[in-house]
């Protein structure tokens, strides 16, 4: 018996519900005469929740009013059923006709509504092989897609089905005008044995009591401009650029950014009209008299290029990192919302800002007019990112929230002003306003909005010092060694927080001056820990940037300055030892404090480079070898210059590699402690300390730390296991849905093995499957699931942020493999962790459900996400990490979900299957919902073949309540035994069938009885009897409530059959309340499999000559007959008794293969043993002598049988009829 599910009817339950086959469940050929018994459309929403409650533009009061807002969608329910089923459906959606309104001003033919592939129903009762990408028209066969202009929609069920509730939106473009219409979709409906047609009835049941539709109404789009405008001031304020002015005075330049964009949902946007302006004011009062709009071109080389003249930007630009400034750009891609003028897709960047221009500047009222044009409202793209830095302005898990920022446009502007019209050493700050001017595309007013921001400008003739651990550019890399890796955890710059032993990076200082005059001569330290560190030699090097006698790199970002460097050894706060007496240090390598480390308090931080130090110098590595020292020896690093130009700006690079162990004996001050030489740096902070001696008495500092150790970083990355399935999709409440999590875990130092952490929280509505756990393919443990609403204790969570239904699961994976590639590599994907979970039957429709997944480890150097309620995980502020969300929408159907299972595929000849019909009433209840069930026969039109009988083995007990399961105890169950053939089994309401037993049978009526009224007239006699049966939920009038789910188990049991046989089986149901009538169940195959093997032989008289051990056949070995031979068999356990025929031969038949079987003969009188010959797969006795009883033992009994068991015997006594004669004499 072959059992397809190790718990079948736990299998089924967990598949049904999601709407799949158990493993039983085979597929037939559909009838070739099938017919649509009934095709239906109608609107179920015109929009989504929530609603305005309110009318006018730009609002949606509610889903029956058909108007809908731009950037919302129209939802309408399709239904058809079949008579019987038929494979190979066809759902065909083409978009309505669709008409702009009078005075419409905006671009030429927009796009009104389109269909999208995330809208495209999926499931197994949904559209199945849903294309990501465009299909053609037609798709190829059995795929479901959408048509590149979005005006097609494909919905393809291939496998046999009786009919299907579905639901199809189109989406609104948010380039719709408002007063656009929009006509209702053709909807087309084809099968095999169906041509296509156009033609559904038109549903329109408004007060239907969970799924009403509207009928097929002309659309109307609802839309009204409320558009903002802000202004940001470009990161580093105001910058002195020398010669930057319109006549090449030396100036300070401002940037600022103007951002266009929309709050809150898109819903009911609309466009601006091209050409719409914004007034920008400069007028900071009597400060700052000349300060002015830059419409001129700025190209000083070295320092700055800002080309804002004619033909160029125009005096506003795109913010793209085109206007560069000092090794950096006004308008950073880091900080702000990108645009690039053109179209793009990327996550950073608007659809496209268009083009802007000053087309009117006012040089004495310090006004402007920027005429904007080309933008793009349509949002169909829209930047979720804050540019490329951690920052967010979509919530993409929640596009209803309020903090939304929908960017359609970010430009940039730069003023100027000459040094003169700044005092000296003050902070001053550099208003600037914008206001947006526009009408919508069809004449309506955007509200009032304006802006402004301050850029902080102070003239100075100082000079600023920052300093990181970090690496340098790759083209400046030595060959052959090891270099760390940037932290992928802090993007804004190429950060080195972490690095492992003998791995090499660098000391990157950043020294600028930022006043309007030369700087006088200086000098530059860097003070290197150099018991954990070491300076490194980085030469030899083909980049001419860096210095040929020290490996030092210098990156000039502005103008340049003749810097000279010198190793240092010894000197102040240098101990005996070789290292500083003392080290300030932190806890971590995230100091979230400025310095990093204090700038005083220790022999390092307070040591300078000055000549009075008593430090030795050498101008290069080569002459302090050759003084005897060593690169662990050098403690400082000087640069010194004679003079250091106004608005110089430089990087350089000191090369640094990690020691694998304390190089001298020293001291770290709290919370550090003493260190001893030889000890293993692994886990050590190491501190670096850099000053800048502008001049005597004026110094700037810096400090920086970084860790040792072995590096591991963990990314994960969600999806579920289907890969054609999209992010977004429309799925079923009662779906199973299987989730794949693969965690990434890499090292920049070496393999090694590590406990990885999962955290993944599941959204209301939807609950974990226990025992759906597997890594690899292989099961694991079920998670560590808090109950629902509970926020675990410790764990990446902020205190009460698991909202109330949510669940927070934890898998903890031991010993698992962290490998040595780069970040992201596939290479270090560990197998990937699937699970299951069920969304659950009452689940609301049109809902987001969140899946929001986090991975950790031991030692995991990445930063970590933190959970943040219904959102998910997130990066806390300024910080990036590794988090994955996955969503679905609900799609909840006025339907009942129909499922049927079998628990055998395949059985053994008459023997016992149960078939299990699953049945849910989603997105409503059901009134007086029938199942009708005929139990298969000849020519049934299900391709049932089979002889002798299949009947009901019991009465079918009523529903109870299991795992999702709900008990009917009022359940009716009637029988009827009418032929088969005349029972209308397409139709449980029509009017042939009486439910109250009192009808008669024929072709044209059929009787329904109740087990008690068996043996009356025109009822079955007994329930062996039954053709078929009925069942009336809730009693034979009741309710089926609103998203419950119930199983009814049929036992049958099978008699006379032969192999090869199969038994087909589907059922229908009805009910009143369901928008098309007579659904059916997919069908179940069973067939019958003859698994029977057997045991022959024979028994005879060995009388061959010469004499031999083999049967030479009756003729030569004469059968002996009537000799009893015994079977004793196990697993399973069979026992048997047979004779011989006539020629000796016998044959136990029936037997199972695999079974351990033994075979005794009765050693007949007369005869003695000769010989036995053990058939295949026997052993056991030779039976070479004697008179007892022999026996044949066959170990693993062959599924195609045994055969050639022979008994040989030799016969003693007078048997023979043989004369033997002679005579007895005396010789004489």
Not at 52 to 63: E, T, W, Y
Not at 455 to 468: E, M, N
Request: glycine share 10%; proline share 6%.
């Amino acid at each position: 018996m072959k059992q397809t599910c190790a718990d079948a009817a736990r299998c089924a339950r967990l598949r049904l519900a999601a709407g799949l086959s158990v493993l039983a469940v085979a597929c037939m050929a559909s009838s070739a005469h099938a017919a649509v018994s009934d095709f239906a459309m109608g609107m179920g929403a015109s929009g989504s929740l929530p609603f305005d409650g309110s009318v006018g533009a730009g609002l949606d009061n509610s889903p029956s009013d058909a108007i809908v807002r731009t950037n919302d969608q129209v939802m309408y329910r399709v239904s058809y059923t079949l008579a019987p089923e038929a494979a190979n459906s066809l759902v065909t959606l083409e978009m309505g006709a669709t008409t702009l309104p009078a005075g419409y001003t905006g671009p030429a033919n927009p796009r009104i509504a389109y269909f999208r592939a995330t809208d495209i129903p999926s499931g197994a009762d949904g559209c199945q092989n849903i294309s990501a990408t465009p299909v053609s028209d037609p798709p190829p066969a059995g795929v479901s897609g959408v048509t590149a202009d979005g005006l097609k929609l494909f919905c393809a069920q291939p496998q046999p089905l009786s009919g299907s509730n579905l639901s199809f939106s189109y989406h609104v473009s948010g380039g719709a005008p408002n007063g656009a219409t929009i006509a209702a979709p053709t909807v087309t409906y084809q099968s095999d044995g169906n041509p296509a047609r156009s033609n559904p009835r038109t549903l329109n049941e408004p007060s239907h009591p969970s799924t009403p539709t509207y009928g097929a109404p002309v659309v109307t789009v609802s839309a009204a401009p409320r558009w903002k405008v802000k202004k940001t001031r470009s990161s580093g304020g105001g910058v002195f650029i020398p010669r930057s002015g319109p006549n090449g005075e030396d100036g300070y330049v401002m940037g600022y950014n103007i951002g266009i964009y929309a709050e809150g949902a898109r819903r009911g946007l609309e466009a601006l009209k091209p050409d719409f302006t914004l007034e920008d004011n400069f007028d900071n009062g009597a400060k700052f008299p000349n300060l002015r709009l830059v419409d001129w071109n700025i190209d000083v080389p070295g320092f700055a290029r800002a080309l804002m003249g004619a033909g160029k930007h125009d005096g506003c630009g795109n913010w793209d990192y085109s206007l560069t400034r000092l090794g950096n750009g006004f308008d950073n891609t880091y900080f702000e919302v990108n645009d690039t003028g053109a179209v793009s897709t990327d996550n950073t960047t608007v659809a496209n800002g268009g083009d802007c221009k000053a087309t009117s500047v006012n040089v004495g009222a310090k006004t402007a007019t920027l005429t904007v044009s080309g933008v793009d409202f349509s949002l169909k793209h829209y930047p979720t990112r804050k540019g490329t830095g951690p920052g967010t302005v979509v919530n993409t898990s929640n596009l209803l929230d309020s903090a939304n920022q929908w960017w359609v446009a970010s430009k940039s502007v730069l003023l100027w002003a000459p040094v003169t019209d700044f005092t000296p050493n003050v902070y001053e700050e550099v208003i600037n306003k914008v206001s947006l001017n526009g009408t919508s595309v069809t004449g309506q007013a955007n509200p009032p909005s304006s802006g402004e921001d301050k850029a902080l400008v102070r003239r100075t003739t100082g000079g600023s010092l920052s300093k990181l651990y970090s690496l340098r550019p790759g083209g400046s890399r030595k060959a052959g060694v090891t270099y760390a890796i940037a932290d992928p955890s802090l993007s804004d710059d190429t950060y080195v927080r972490q690095a492992g032993p003998g791995q090499h990076f660098d000391a990157r200082l950043h020294v600028i001056n930022a006043g309007t005059d030369d700087m006088p001569a200086g000098y530059i330290c860097e003070r290197i820990d150099n018991t954990r560190l070491s300076f490194a030699n980085a030469l030899p090097s083909s980049d001419s940037r860096v210095d040929v006698k020290t490996g030092i790199l210098t990156l000039p970002q502005a103008g340049s300055a003749a810097v000279t460097w010198e190793l240092g050894v010894g000197g102040n706060g240098i101990s005996a030892s070789g290292t500083w007496n003392s080290y300030n240090t932190n806890t971590t390598e995230y100091p979230d404090t400025w310095p990093s480390v204090a700038w005083s308090g220790s022999a390092q931080s307070d040591s300078t480079c000055g000549d009075s130090d008593g430090v030795t110098w050498y101008d290069s590595i080569a002459s302090l070898q050759a003084a005897g020292k060593s690169l662990k020896d050098i403690t400082r690093v000087r640069g010194s210059y004679s003079t250091y130009g106004k608005a110089v700006n430089t990087l350089y690079y000191i090369p640094l590699q990690a020691n694998a162990t304390y190089a001298f004996s020293g001291t770290d001050n709290a919370p550090g402690r003493a260190f001893a030489q030889g000890d293993s740096t692994l886990g050590a902070i190491a501190p670096n300390q850099a000053m800048w001696q502008i001049a005597p008495g004026n110094i700037r500092q810096g400090s920086d730390v970084m860790r040792i150790r072995e590096t591991e970083y963990i990314a994960v990355s969600k999806s579920e296991n289907d890969a054609s399935l999209l992010d977004g999709r429309a799925v079923a409440p009662g779906s199973l849905l299987d989730y794949k999590i693969t965690v990434n875990a890499a090292s920049s130092t070496a393999d090694h093995t590590t406990t990885v952490t999962v955290w993944d929280v599941l959204p209301q509505h939807m609950s974990y499957m226990p025992g759906t756990s597997t890594l690899g393919g292989t099961a694991i443990a079920d998670p560590d699931c808090s109950a629902a609403g509970t926020t675990p204790s410790g764990g990446p969570f902020d205190a009460n942020s698991v909202p109330t239904g949510y669940t927070a699961c934890k898998w903890t994976l031991p010993n698992q493999p962290v490998k040595h590639t780069q970040l992201g590599s596939a290479a270090a994907n560990l197998p990937p962790l699937r699970y299951q979970a069920q969304v659950s039957l009452s689940a609301p429709n049109g809902v987001q459900l969140l899946n929001s997944t986090f991975a950790d480890s031991t030692a995991n150097g990445r930063l970590k996400a933190i959970y943040r309620g219904a959102n998910g995980f997130v990066c806390k502020s300024g910080q990036s990490c590794s988090f994955s969300n996955w969503k679905v929408r609900t799609r909840a159907e006025t339907t009942v979900l129909l499922k049927k299972s079998v628990s055998h595929a395949e059985v053994p000849l008459n023997t016992g299957f149960t078939y299990t019909l699953y049945y849910a009433a989603t997105g409503t209840h059901l009134d007086q919902l029938r199942i009708l069930d005929v139990l298969p026969y000849a020519s049934d039109g299900r391709s049932s073949s089979y002889a002798g009988a299949l009947k009901l083995a019991a009465p079918i007990a009523a529903p109870v309540a299991g795992h999702a399961l709900t008990a009917d105890p009022a359940m009716v169950v009637l029988y009827t035994s009418n032929a088969p053939a005349h029972i209308n089994r397409n139709s449980p309401n029509d009017a042939s069938h009486n439910v109250q037993g009192t009808g008669s049978n024929s072709a044209s009526s059929t009787n329904w009885c109740t087990v008690a009224q068996f043996g009356s007239a025109n009822c079955p006699a007994a329930i062996g009897d039954a053709t078929a049966f009925m069942a009336l939920a809730y009693g034979r009038t009741g309710t089926v409530p609103i998203n419950t789910a119930y199983e009814l188990i049929v036992p049958v049991i099978a008699s006379g059959n032969s192999d090869g046989n199969q038994y087909v089986n589907d059922y229908r149901a009805d009910s009143a309340t369901l928008l098309a009538r007579n659904p059916g169940s997919n069908r179940v195959l069973t067939k019958v499999k003859d698994t029977s093997t057997f045991i022959a032989g024979r028994v005879y008289r060995e009388a061959s000559s010469p004499a031999n051990t083999t049967d030479d056949g009756n003729a030569t070995d004469p059968g002996i007959s009537g000799v009893t031979l015994t079977l004793a068999c196990t697993n399973p356990v069979h026992t048997a008794t047979t004779t011989t025929g006539a020629d000796g031969s016998y044959r136990f038949g029936g037997l199972t293969a695999g079974a351990q079987c033994t075979v005794v003969e009765t050693q007949p009188t007369g005869y003695a043993n000769a010989y036995n010959t053990r058939g295949t797969a026997a052993t056991g006795d030779t039976g070479s002598s004697g008179t007892g009883n022999s026996t044949i033992t066959i170990a693993n009994l062959p599924a195609t049988g045994s055969t050639g068991n022979n008994f040989a015997e030799t016969q003693i006594g007078g048997g023979s009829g043989v004369t033997v004669s002679g005579r007895v004499y005396r010789e004489a």
